[in-house]
């Protein structure tokens, strides 16, 4: 994090209440509360810990939102949302098999049980379950798939990186028929996979 700045109590709370080391394979689990990305399975990484909090401050989820996370990885940022949203189910999409069942094992372990972890290409988005009120992606894409646009509520918020090698955090939020269009500083994700 390189300023100081509020972070919403919601999600420090939610930070907090969530063990890291539960979502880390075995032999990392010492490393868990270091402030870096650590890889898991698959030749993917659990986002750093800063990066999680300082995302989820600018989704700005609230309870009974209807949330859409595209990237599970090991499930750790989906647990976080899980506690944001309150009694709601969260979902969130993987495309690679074998993280689908580390995410589903982490999660069962950390006595998780709102997160629907859906074995899919996130590029599509999710219409069975939409529209959304947030979603979130964890892998970085050239541009916000166009999916994720249409299955965004009125009032909705998409929260994900942009770019190539070094991307952009680019948070679109829909007031109607307007979009707008931010970007919130330079960040380092793995791509998002075809
Ligand atoms: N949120 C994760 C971090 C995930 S890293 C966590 O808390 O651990 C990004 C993840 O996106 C990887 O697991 C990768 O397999 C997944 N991914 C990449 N392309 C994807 C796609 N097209 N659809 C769904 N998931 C994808």
């Not at 880390?24 to 010492?30: C, S």
């Not at 209807?66 to 009694?87: D, M």
């Not at 069942?101 to 972890?117: H, T």
């Not at 590029?123 to 947030?134: C, F, H, I, T, V």
Request: glycine share 8%.
């Amino acid at each position: 994090m390189s300023t100081w700045r509020h972070i919403d109590p919601r999600v420090i709370e939610a930070f907090l209440s969530v063990p890291r080391e539960l979502f880390v394979p075995d032999g990392l689990r010492e490393h868990a509360y270091e402030d870096d990305p650590l890889p898991i399975p698959d030749g993917q990484t659990i986002s750093q810990p800063s990066t999680v909090v300082e995302m989820l401050d600018a989704l700005g989820v609230l309870p009974n939102h209807n949330v859409l996370e595209i990237g599970t990885g090991s499930g750790y940022n989906a647990a976080l949302l899980s506690r944001l949203v309150g009694g709601e189910r969260v979902t969130s999409l993987e495309i690679s098999p074998l993280l689908v069942r580390f995410a589903k094992e982490n999660l069962r372990n950390a006595g998780v049980e709102n997160v629907d972890v859906v074995l899919a290409d996130g590029s599509l988005g999710y219409p069975e379950k939409a529209p959304y009120d947030r979603i979130v992606g964890t892998c970085a894409a050239p541009m916000i798939p166009e999916p994720w646009v249409k299955q965004l509520k009125d009032r909705g918020v998409i929260l994900a990186p942009v770019g190539g090698v070094s991307q952009r955090m680019m948070r679109i939020s829909r007031h109607g028929d307007e979009i707008y269009t931010e970007f919130l500083g330079e960040y380092s994700f793995v791509p998002l996979r075809k």
